[in-house]
């Protein structure tokens, strides 16, 4: 489940043209309390820049870029695990983790 207020939260709009307007907001929001330090990101079109950008934030950018990293990445890893559950993709490991507790092969640790 996708955090409140996170990247990919849930009471947003789905949609790529949606996830791209919240992302652009996210982005002017964190440019204007780091500084502008992240609105370089919209020029750049390569990983390879993006690192170079990252290695160049100040202390305080950086953990407030990597705070911002880790919750989208959370919410992306969700989203992808919300997503194989909906189509189905989860029910084979989970009839094998029920049979696996029917047969006694669970512990607890």
């Known amino acids: 489940m996708s955090r409140a207020g996170g990247p ?9 043209g949606a996830f791209r307007a919240d992302h ?10 780091s500084g502008g ?5 919209k ?19 950086l953990t407030a870029f990597r705070a911002w990293f880790a ?3 959370a919410d992306v890893w969700d989203r992808q695990i919300e ?12 009839d094998e983790a ?3 507790l029917r047969a006694g092969r669970c512990t607890d640790r």
């Open 83 to 94: 997503d194989d559950a909906a189509a189905g993709r989860l029910d084979a490991m989970a």
């Open 43 to 61: 020029k750049m079109g390569s990983v390879k820049e993006i690192e170079e950008a990252v290695l160049r934030l100040s202390p305080a950018d």
């Open 8 to 16: 990919l939260d849930e009471s947003r709009p789905r949609g790529t």
């Open 98 to 100: 029920i049979d696996d």
């Open 24 to 33: 652009r907001a996210e982005r002017a929001a964190l440019s204007c309390a």
């Open 37 to 41: 330090a992240q609105s370089n990101l």
């Open 71 to 73: 919750e989208l990445d």
